[in-house]
């Protein structure tokens, strides 16, 4: 850690985690969405991509419009099983604190599980979120959000961001 | 190189209901049974056929392995110390341990973990612990392997392998037809089309189980019918529609097969042109005021090997996939469990000569296919639920049919997309070789 890190700071970050875990298990993709900044960066990355340095994701959106974009797939256009989330999240991690004390590095771990309609819940993804989070006029926010996930296989596809 | 699969000579376990020669009506068995799976490994997997097992450029140096799945037999691709690319079977001869764990590495030897037999990067066995015994306390030899005991004859099981174009296919079939004459003149061209012989540059992998029967992905990518209306993306963006110049190709056996598409190519003269892009875009996969809130996931770039058409997907039978839409080029290995289920791994790649712009594109274009692709993810799903109403029927006298019938019940290559006569031709061979004695 670089910088002090008081405790209201890191009870705000700690709840931007809570905040976009829980967005995305009610299905209010759109205060998701919110969570990040105009130009923000989400990847979903297989933990063998991430490590070798291979540069391919699972999902990789560039910008805020991306996540946009995904939210209208979910929506309108994928077909899929429909299914609801539940994350899990460790305790949160500070790695780094810049030193204007404008931007936070922070490690999350996390278990999501997948509930499909009339179906037993299972363990769906498990991984560790790598954020880069920045202050703006709105509050704390995900200026980079790198979701490196442990499990080998997907349970066939994965619609909703993790 | 050893002869592993005897001819199976029993007959179909339970002769499926085909309507007669034909194979427009696929019995819902052919997705289910156990029997009928086994004997697919043997034929299909482990037999007469060459299978996918990987990409030069994921074992580039002398000692680098990789770990994947023939059929659902382990396999290790590996690459010797004078640079020869060798696939060995993952299974010591001594007590069949699966010995080698990690996906990737490298290795000087490979040392099964039970009793530290060790072969070398050729997969011959090179060292037995023991194997003359251990001096007792009179000095004499006590126990070890019998006196003719032939470490020659106990390497690794080696398959053949063939490399084309940086790609590189292996079988257990010793006696395999040469991997251009298995390819055939038809489908040749494709394969050579995307693999140029430029280096391919290694980008990532993704990887997903699909809890459906293997041949459901063949038939996925031999089915032009289903992208214009499940798939919202290729419709709206013209990616691959209805009213696209298209042109469907087979082998000689129709086995493997290539779709071939032109977006933007009208396949009728204008007035025609116009109602056959109202029909396509009639459907109710079509958003008339979608747009994209960012527009780079389409920022496409034509390249000049494509030639003309801008997306060419090829089946190899059985086991991969050869995939361009666009700039997104990927190979997508299928990997059997059982019949009821099959992992996927798509490895996608660029070439050497993309620049930084090029390879962001391909990155970027990604993002529609695989197990959360914006056009592939819904492959996986509606594979999932074909296979629980085939599985919902298993061992029921009557169990049903799944309908390939657009287009006609016969068997051709064709220049649209509204048929299934790749399924069908696919079919055919696989009656050919299935119910031959």
């Known amino acids: 850690m670089t910088a002090a890190l008081s405790f209201d700071t890191w009870l705000a970050l700690q709840q931007l985690q809570t905040q976009a875990a829980n967005a995305l298990d009610n299905e209010d993709w759109d205060a998701w969405v919110a969570c990040f900044t105009v130009d923000a960066e989400y990847r979903l990355v297989p933990r063998e991509n991430h490590e070798r340095g291979l540069p391919l994701a699972t999902m990789a959106f560039e910008s805020q419009a991306m996540l946009k974009d ?77 979701v490196v996930y442990d499990s080998e296989l997907i349970p066939n596809s994965v619609i909703y961001p993790i | 190189m050893s002869t592993l699969h005897p001819p199976t000579q029993q007959p179909l376990p339970q002769p499926l209901p085909w309507p007669g020669a034909g194979t427009h009506r696929i ?18 997997f482990y037999r007469g056929h060459w299978c996918y097992v990987g990409l030069e450029a994921e074992v580039p140096k002398p000692g680098d392995f990789k770990r994947t799945a023939l059929g659902e037999r382990s396999v290790i691709l590996v690459r010797d110390f004078e640079g020869q690319l060798h696939v060995l079977e993952n299974l010591c001869a001594h007590r069949g341990v699966q010995f080698c764990r ?8 490979f040392t099964c973990p039970y009793h530290h037999w060790t072969y070398t990067l050729k997969g011959d066995l090179r060292g037995v612990p023991f194997q003359r015994g251990a001096p007792g306390p009179d000095g004499q030899m006590q126990g070890g392997m019998p006196a003719d005991f032939d470490r020659a004859a106990h390497g690794l099981t080696k398959l053949k392998v063939a490399q084309r174009g940086g790609l590189v296919f292996a079988s257990f079939d010793a006696e395999v037809e040469p991997f251009e004459a298995y390819v055939g003149p038809r489908i040749l061209p494709w394969f050579d089309r995307l693999f140029n012989g430029r280096q391919l540059k290694l980008l990532g992998y993704n990887r997903q189980r699909v809890p459906g029967n293997w041949k459901l992905m063949q038939e996925n990518i031999k ?14 963006f013209g990616l691959w529609r209805a009213d696209n110049r298209s042109r469907l190709q087979m082998d000689e056996h129709g086995r493997h097969a290539a779709m071939i598409s032109t977006r933007g190519a009208a396949a009728a003269p204008a007035a025609a042109a116009a109602q056959a892009q109202a029909q396509a875009t009639e459907v109710s996969s079509f958003k008339p005021r979608m747009q994209l809130h960012d527009d780079r996931f389409l920022d496409i770039v034509p390249e000049p090997w494509w030639g003309g058409p801008t997306a060419v997907m090829t089946t190899l039978f059985p086991s991969v996939i050869l995939q361009q839409q666009v700039n997104s080029v990927s190979v997508r290995h299928i990997q059997p469990d059982g019949p009821d289920a099959f992992n996927f791994e798509w490895t996608h790649f660029g070439f050497e000569d993309d620049d930084e712009a090029m390879t962001r594109r391909r990155l970027r274009q990604a993002n529609l296919f695989g197990p959360a692709g914006f056009v592939s993810a819904d492959d ?30 016969e068997v051709g290559e064709a220049d649209h997309m509204l048929t299934e006569t790749l399924i069908r ?7 050919r070789v299935m119910e031959a004695a």
């Open chain 1, 70 to 146: 995904r939210i209208y797939a979910i929506r309108e256009t994928l077909f899929h099983d429909p299914y609801h989330q539940r994350h899990l999240l460790s305790p949160m991690q500070v790695l780094s604190v810049a030193a204007d004390g404008g931007s936070f590095d922070t490690q999350t771990s996390y278990a999501v599980f997948r509930t499909k309609h009339l179906q037993l819940s299972e363990v769906f993804n498990l991984g560790r979120y790598l954020d880069r989070i920045v202050h703006t006029p709105e509050g704390l926010r995900f200026a980079r959000r790198l």
């Open chain 2, 27 to 44: 019995p819902f068995a052919a997705y289910t049974s156990t029997e009928l799976h086994q004997r697919e490994l043997e034929r299909f």
């Open chain 2, 102 to 109: 990690q996906r990737q590495g490298q290795a000087t030897s």
């Open chain 2, 223 to 236: 089915d032009p019918y289903h992208p214009g209306l499940l798939h919202t993306w290729f419709v709206n």
């Open chain 2, 380 to 409: 996986g799903e509606v594979i999932e639920l074909s296979q629980a109403g085939f599985r919902s029927r298993r061992g029921l006298g009557e169990a049903g049919c799944s309908i390939v019938e657009l287009g006609g019940r």
């Open chain 2, 425 to 431: 031709g696919m079919y055919a061979y696989w009656r």
